[in-house]
């Protein structure tokens, strides 16, 4: 497996953070570093049980005491489940939070916490470091928080990213603050064999584009080349494997590769961060998953970006080359041509791991779901995404340029998105 990756990880987290094979049973030891009494929220998916109990053995074993237990959040984590997640936990006397889940799950729990300090609504903490303002002004800090992560996927439990969903609306919005970065983290990677080949995918993707997405972002900006180093190993791992991991969910190494990968794009969020494919993915939660929704949306982006990323896309391009996916030189490509081989290579992984390749593939995509993007590409809460792209838009010309990349992913016909 990738030294590289490993040295990556061990530079950005340090021993702050345990991950590798059959590590789980170190919980109990990392979150008695940081406190005694303990909060638990744990997912409840189908097998989950045994994980938790695991925790809970190493959390007693280590001198933690569990005060309470709750349920974690649903997918794309509801409003409502961090409602009912902030009032459980409201009741109970702990000095550490641990968290058992997936990104969902460990997003509604930083949450959860932040409410529960601070009180409010969740409405008062979207955006960029509102919770760090309101703890200064209120000279109050949250408590520690342990994250284990349970999927390969958002990295959730090594970022300050917290994202939260009104189900009603079918929009997502987030909070980015550096206060709510777990203090300690742990991910025993053989624990993501049961994930399904779907959620596998979207997991997968969704940590190319986070490294996928700041690299793009970091061109011309004093931080460019240390994301490089990170986001070109964290989209190789992933790359390479995805496909092993999805046609066999019990290959360890392909598994390993996974976790690494969707790691490295945590840490490329923690450099930068992403724009236009998470943007639009915040808009098409009711349709689809997250990593799924990036997928399709990054190849169009990428399009259009292109005449300006010439140097990253090259690095992505050779990534894709060397693992099959294209046949295109891409070292002798320039601007748009670039940009439009790229998105056939992620076109192509895309089918081979049964992802579609255009939004008018999902069943309940409507007209809709484009006006939602574009309103909310214009919300002052979600201004980080537009200024993140490496072409900055302003709400005053997102229907100009946004519009045809959207209508792109909508038919799969790249030929419609618009140079800027």
């Not at 991950?19 to 409840?44: D, E, F, N, W």
């Not at 996927?153 to 300050?160: F, G, M, N, R, W």
């Not at 991991?245 to 945590?266: M, N």
């Not at 579609?356 to 590409?377: Q, V």
Request: hydrophobic share 40%.
């Amino acid at each position: 497996m990738s030294e590289l990756a490993y040295k990556l990880l061990q530079d950005f987290k340090g021993d702050t953070y345990v991950y590798g094979s059959g590590v789980l049973r170190r919980a109990g030891p990392l979150a008695a570093q940081v406190g005694k009494r303990a909060a638990l929220i744990r997912s409840t998916y189908s097998g989950s049980d045994d994980l938790v109990a695991v925790v809970r053995d190493s959390l007693s074993s280590a001198g933690v005491e569990v005060v309470g237990e709750v349920a974690g959040a649903q997918p794309n984590a509801p409003r409502e489940d961090l409602q009912r997640m902030t009032e459980a936990i409201g009741g109970l006397d702990y000095d550490v939070l641990v968290v058992i889940g997936g990104g969902s799950t460990i997003d509604a729990a930083k949450a959860a916490e932040v409410l529960r300090t601070l009180g409010g609504e969740i409405d008062d903490y979207f955006g960029t470091n509102q919770v760090t303002n309101a703890l200064d002004a209120a000279s109050k800090s949250l408590p520690p928080i342990v994250a284990v992560q349970t999927a390969s996927s958002s990295a959730a439990h090594l970022t300050k990213y917290s994202n939260i969903t009104n189900v009603h609306t079918g929009q997502k919005k987030l909070i980015v603050d550096p206060a709510i970065v777990p203090l300690r983290a742990l991910f025993d990677y053989d624990v993501t064999t049961s994930m399904s080949p779907s959620f596998t995918a979207d997991g997968a993707m969704d940590g190319i584009s986070h490294s996928l997405e700041v690299l793009y972002g970091a061109v011309g900006k004093p931080f460019y080349e240390k994301v490089v180093d990170v986001a070109r190993e964290g989209i190789g791992l992933i790359v390479r494997n995805v496909e092993k991991a999805v046609q066999d969910p019990q290959d360890r190494e392909a598994r390993t590769a996974l976790g690494l990968g969707t790691d490295l794009g945590g840490y490329s969020i923690m450099i930068g961060g992403t724009n236009g494919g998470h943007l639009t993915s915040f808009s098409l939660v009711d349709v689809t998953s997250h990593g799924r929704a990036c997928a399709m949306m990054n190849p169009y982006y990428t399009v259009f970006f292109a005449p300006v990323i010439e140097e990253p896309l090259r690095v992505v391009g050779q990534v894709y080359a060397d693992a099959g996916l294209t046949d295109a030189n891409v070292a002798s490509l320039g601007g748009r041509a670039l940009g439009e081989a790229v998105a056939e290579a992620m076109f192509e992984q895309a089918r081979r791991i049964g992802l579609p390749t255009a939004l008018s593939e999902l069943p309940e995509f409507s007209e809709g779901h484009i006006e939602r993007a574009l309103s909310a590409a214009k919300d002052p809460q979600l201004k980080m995404k537009l200024e993140n792209m490496p072409i900055p838009l302003t709400a005053d010309v997102v229907d100009e340029y946004m519009e045809p990349v959207l209508r792109a992913a909508a038919t799969g016909d790249v030929s419609l998105i618009k140079s800027a």
